[in-house]
Structure formats: structure tokens, C-alpha cells
């Protein structure tokens, strides 16, 4: 077996140690210390996200979608990004779409080697007719999980813009990687648990990914979600109080006008004067 000879900071021992002998508020201060960093980190790598936002929102705009891929806890998190568009934004499920090494099946449970195919993710991704119009954003704390270099590899082989999410500078995937978001976070406070402050910085990171995109592509008004799904009545209830404080309607009126137009957007369109 070849041996990676990559920096891999998330693999450095912990700045911490005995932590069976600390009691529970040590534990708890000691990761949210640890945690304080994280913003930092990926404050670092904001010019990058904004080229690639704007990238992204260029192919948007001509039909394009966004993919990621990413192994474990990064193609969860790719997942839960992706599976919050829709109802969050009111945009169609194939627009974002989240691939895990493994399948679906990898989602709640850990496939054995799964992430370790090389040509899998290209397998995955041609199913949904991946193209040039298209961006690819591969996650992966180590930036050496062969699912997702494969993936970024083949995709740029074939003229699709390609990103790479990970936490060790100089990484493979960074190197190659379109547009590298090294969020550099140092070690873990449990040696080699990147699910923590690696995976909370690429949470932050995807939120910004996502929402800049939405807002960029007119999804967005004020600060209001106006095309949100109304999925419950949390959400109607939302969207009644967001028509009333634009339109000046009272709350049963605007109920009513959320439910016949069926979204904030809508019915603001329909009702607001010229």
C-alpha cells in the first residue's frame, strides 16, 4: 500500500490528553474552545467561496446544478445541504444533489471501503446526467479520500468546474480542485474525529455555498425565504406573518392569500401595488 506523504493536520494528535480523567465540564469547555477557531478558519477561505458562489450562480442561471460528493461525514453533510433547498428555497429536488460514497444506504449506516473506489462517484454522477453546464464540489476533511479525488478528477477531465472542500493544506484534492476551500481548523480535541471541528467547518462552509446561491439567483427577498414549501403549519404560519408585514393585510387575510397562491413570492407578486 502507498503511503500518503500529504500534511494531514486533522490526523495530529489532539492538543489535549487524559480526557477519561477530565470531568464533564473540562470536556465540554475544552471542544467548545476548540470550536472557537472554527470561524476563523473558514474566514481564511471567504474570497474562494465567493468565487465559487459566483461561479456557480452563472450556470444557474443557464440551468446548471450543483453536486457534491463526499465520503462519511462529508457526503452527509453534502446530503443535508442539498435535501434543504428544496423546502427552504422552493427550488426542484435535481438543482442540489448530494452523493455519498456508499449510496443512500451509507447515509445512516458506514459501507466498508466504499469511499476507496476510485471510478464509483463518476459512476454515481453520470446516472444524473452530470455536464459541462454543471459544478462539482467534492468534501473531504483529509482531501485524500479516493472516491472524491477520483470524482473531481474525472469531471474535470471532462470540462465540468470543479471544488474542493478539505481541512489539510496542499491536500490532492486542493491540488486538484478548480477552486481549493482549505479551511485549516488544526488538530481535533478527540485525535482524528473529524466529524467535529472539520465537519462543523464545512457545515458553515455549505450554508454559505447554498444560501449565497439562492440569494444571488433571486430566491431570496429582503431577508425572507418568499418561495419556502408550506410543508406545515410552522411554515404557513411564517409565511401569513411575512404577508402581513409586507402587504399591510391582517393575518387572515393573508392566510388566505398565501393559501390560494400558494407562496409568499406569489401572492406578494399578485397582491403588492405597482
Known amino acids: 500500500m502507498a503511503v500518503d506523504k500529504h500534511l494531514k493536520i486533522t490526523e495530529e494528535a489532539s492538543h489535549y490528553d487524559k480526557l477519561e480523567q477530565m470531568d464533564t465540564l ?3 469547555s475544552s471542544i467548545n474552545n476548540e470550536d472557537k477557531k472554527v470561524a476563523e478558519a473558514v474566514e481564511k477561505v471567504l474570497p474562494q467561496i465567493a468565487q465559487l458562489v459566483d461561479e456557480l450562480t452563472t450556470r444557474f442561471e443557464k440551468g446548471g446544478r450543483l453536486f457534491y460528493i463526499g465520503a462519511g461525514t462529508s457526503g452527509r453533510l453534502g446530503i443535508l445541504d442539498a435535501s434543504e433547498i428544496p423546502p427552504t428555497f422552493g427550488m426542484p429536488h435535481d438543482r442540489v444533489i448530494g452523493l455519498i460514497a456508499g449510496g443512500d444506504s451509507a447515509i445512516r449506516k458506514a459501507v466498508e471501503f466504499a469511499e476507496d473506489n476510485m471510478h464509483q462517484a463518476w459512476k454515481d454522477l453520470t446516472e444524473y446526467g452530470i455536464n459541462a453546464n454543471d459544478v462539482l464540489v467534492g468534501i473531504a476533511a483529509s482531501g485524500t479520500t479516493p472516491y472524491v479525488l477520483g470524482g473531481i478528477q474525472d469531471a474535470k477531465e471532462r470540462g465540468i468546474l470543479t471544488a474542493g472542500i478539505t481541512n489539510n493544506p496542499g491536500s490532492p484534492l486542493a491540488e486538484q480542485s478548480d477552486i481549493a476551500l482549505e479551511v485549516v481548523v488544526g488538530p481535533e480535541f478527540l485525535t482524528g474525529s473529524t466529524r467535529m471541528k472539520s465537519g462543523t467547518s464545512q457545515k458553515m462552509v455549505l450554508n454559505m455555498i447554498s444560501t ?14 418568499v418561495n419556502m414549501q408550506l410543508s406545515n403549519t410552522k411554515l404557513v404560519d411564517r409565511g401569513t406573518r411575512y404577508l402581513v408585514e409586507e402587504l399591510g393585510l391582517n393575518y ?3 392566510e388566505i392569500a398565501l393559501k390560494k397562491y400558494g407562496s409568499v413570492k406569489k401572492a406578494m407578486e399578485a397582491l403588492k401595488p405597482s
Open 26 to 28: 473540562d470536556i465540554i
Open 212 to 225: 449565497a446561491l439562492m440569494i444571488r439567483i433571486g430566491r431570496v427577498k429582503g431577508n425572507k425565504m
Open 252 to 254: 387572515d387575510e393573508a
